[in-house]
């Protein structure tokens, strides 16, 4: 009886030695890892910038109704005509009307050739048409009807060509005599301009003014300070002023920063400024000018620019990222980082052991670091490696279970 009793102790005791087992090999890992991604990371510092321009306003003259002929963000060249002036809001509306009738003249033209079997994707088509009933119902739903139109001319053009690319384009013809009869007969009884607005200077016509124009501009330099920033009030534009043509040539971005900031930088550094215009989300620029203010607690960086857009044109100030470097490589957590015979690597997970492997780091910060991508050597981190970021007593070869 009391040799049963031991028996079953002993069971017992191995039981939960076994169970113990089994939970350590659940819940302890020996090592944690992460793994080796490609990333860019950029070494710069964020700054709100205000934008300096060579601007010239437009005014109207003499009374009149404005018809726009340039888009707002569109180049104009030198003496090119912005607008013409009518007596009456009827003739804008005409000619709105007759420049619609003409683009729909071109797709439909467009459309009567459109229909070679062979040359025609239909899947495409067919996703083309998918995508703007998405975009069409999208827009009810959401209360974006500024763009519903377009999306609803996108959606029949899409249509349209379908239709073109199976041969159905019979009803296209009729369509478009009945769109040039409108055209003609709404030609006929358009008056003649009484004047038009022309742009004195190359440039991008920009419809709204912000009384800025004649305050920062790029003239001098030197005289962007601090003080000249804090200073800066908008003008009243001038009566009868519609939209201005701003310069396509230099124009400046300035950032207000402390003096020690300012030591980062020279007049001449050539840099990169990461924007959030979509047009140019990185802007190529150089330091034209660093001026100190008066108490030589803050500065002034004035970048110089000849990259334009009509985004751009039409932006006064915004958040950017001054760019002094961009680093490409792996990128590991810092705590992976070992110092093995006095050099720098990496353990990395290959199979049931965990290997060093030597790295090249561009550059780190507190938490993670890039480190060069190399193909040439045998032993090198590549990507989607197992990189360690957390073990102990480990070496090369170390078998890790």
């Known amino acids: 009886m009391?040799?049963?009793?031991?028996?079953?102790?002993?069971?017992?005791?191995?039981g939960a030695i076994f169970i113990l087992h089994q939970g350590v090999s659940v819940f302890y890992k020996p090592i944690k890892t992460e793994t080796a991604v490609f990333a860019t990371v950029t070494d710069g510092s964020n700054i709100t910038g205000i934008v300096l321009r060579n601007e010239t306003p437009i005014t109207l003259q003499n009374s009149g109704v404005l018809h726009f002929v340039v888009s707002d963000g569109n180049h104009v060249a030198k003496n090119g005509v912005i607008a013409n002036v009518y007596e009456t809001q009827a003739a804008s509306i005409t000619l709105s009307r007759i420049n619609e009738l003409d683009k729909k003249i071109t797709e439909l033209e467009s459309l009567t050739h459109y229909n070679d079997l062979e040359a025609a994707d239909l899947d495409m088509i067919g996703a083309k048409v998918n995508e703007a009933v998405g975009k069409l119902i999208l827009s009810g739903s959401t209360g974006d009807y500024v763009n519903q139109s377009l999306y609803a001319e996108a959606l029949l053009l899409a249509l349209n060509k379908r239709q073109a690319a199976l041969g159905n384009t019979a009803s296209f013809a009729e369509q478009l005599v009945a769109l040039k009869n409108e055209r003609a007969t709404l030609a006929t009884a358009l008056p003649a301009a009484k004047g038009h607005i022309t742009a004195a200077e190359s440039g991008y016509f920009v419809s709204k003014?912000?009384?800025?124009?004649?305050?920062?501009?790029?003239?001098?330099?030197?005289?962007?300070?601090?003080?000249?920033?804090?200073?800066?009030?908008?003008?009243?534009?001038?009566?009868?002023?519609?939209?201005?043509?701003?310069?396509?040539?230099?124009?400046?971005?300035?950032?207000?920063?402390?003096?020690?900031?300012?030591?980062?930088?020279?007049?001449?550094?050539?840099?990169?400024?990461?924007?959030?215009?979509?047009?140019?989300?990185?802007?190529?620029?150089?330091?034209?000018?660093?001026?100190?203010?008066?108490?030589?607690?803050?500065?002034?960086v004035l970048f110089s620019c000849d990259e334009m857009s009509g985004e751009l044109a039409a932006m006064r100030s915004g958040p950017m990222t001054v760019v002094r470097k961009e680093y490409s490589g792996l990128r590991v957590a810092?705590?992976?980082?070992?110092?093995?015979?006095?050099?720098?690597?990496?353990?990395?997970?290959?199979?049931?052991?965990?290997?060093?492997?030597?790295?090249?780091?561009?550059?780190?910060?507190?938490?993670?670091?890039i480190c060069e991508q190399q193909t040439t050597t045998e032993r090198a981190l590549r990507l989607y490696d197992e990189v360690v970021v957390k073990g102990k007593k480990l070496y090369d070869g170390k078998v890790i279970g």
């Open 209 to 300: 003014v912000d009384g800025y124009e004649t305050v920062l501009r790029c003239h001098e330099p030197e005289k962007i300070t601090p003080e000249f920033l804090r200073a800066a009030k908008p003008d009243q534009p001038a009566e009868g002023t519609v939209g201005k043509i701003v310069s396509d040539y230099e124009w400046f971005i300035a950032a207000q920063i402390s003096i020690n900031e300012s030591l980062n930088y020279k007049e001449g550094d050539e840099l990169t400024l990461y924007t959030a215009v979509k047009s140019y989300p990185k802007l190529s620029v150089k330091v034209k000018k660093i001026n100190a203010s008066e108490n030589n607690e803050q500065a002034v």
């Open 2 to 14: 009391k040799g049963t009793t031991v028996l079953k102790g002993v069971l017992l005791l191995l």
């Open 334 to 369: 810092k705590s992976a980082l070992r110092v093995v015979d006095s050099v720098k690597g990496v353990y990395v997970r290959s199979g049931m052991q965990v290997k060093f492997v030597p790295v090249n780091i561009l550059y780190s910060n507190d938490s993670y670091m």
